[in-house]
């Protein structure tokens, strides 16, 4: 079976942190629960079509400090973020 094609090359950004461990573990949980569920659920939703946009899930490390990962697509969010809707 086919897919059928996007209708825009926009992008979805989904992102939880997950920072630490005991304080920040109700914050990381919930956080994480929610980014999986959307997950879950989005792709339930999506079986045999295409989406309309593209979504990505980003799990990101140390939001207090700064993450390598989320620090990247700031410093690029020219290039990496350009065509991202939300």
């Known amino acids: 079976m086919g897919h059928a094609a ?3 090359d926009e992008n979805i950004i989904i992102m939880a942190h997950q920072d630490g461990y005991y304080e920040a573990s109700l ?6 629960s929610v980014m999986m569920t959307a997950a879950r659920l989005l792709l ?3 079986e045999g079509a295409a989406a309309p946009r593209s979504i990505t899930f980003v799990a990101t490390a140390s939001h207090h ?3 390598p990962g989320t620090k990247w697509m700031h410093d690029n969010r ?3 973020l350009a065509k991202t809707a939300c």
Do not use: F
């Open 78 to 80: 020219a290039t990496a």
């Open 27 to 32: 914050d990381n949980a919930s956080g994480q």
């Open 65 to 67: 400090v700064g993450s």
């Open 6 to 8: 996007r209708t825009t």
């Open 44 to 46: 339930a939703d999506s």
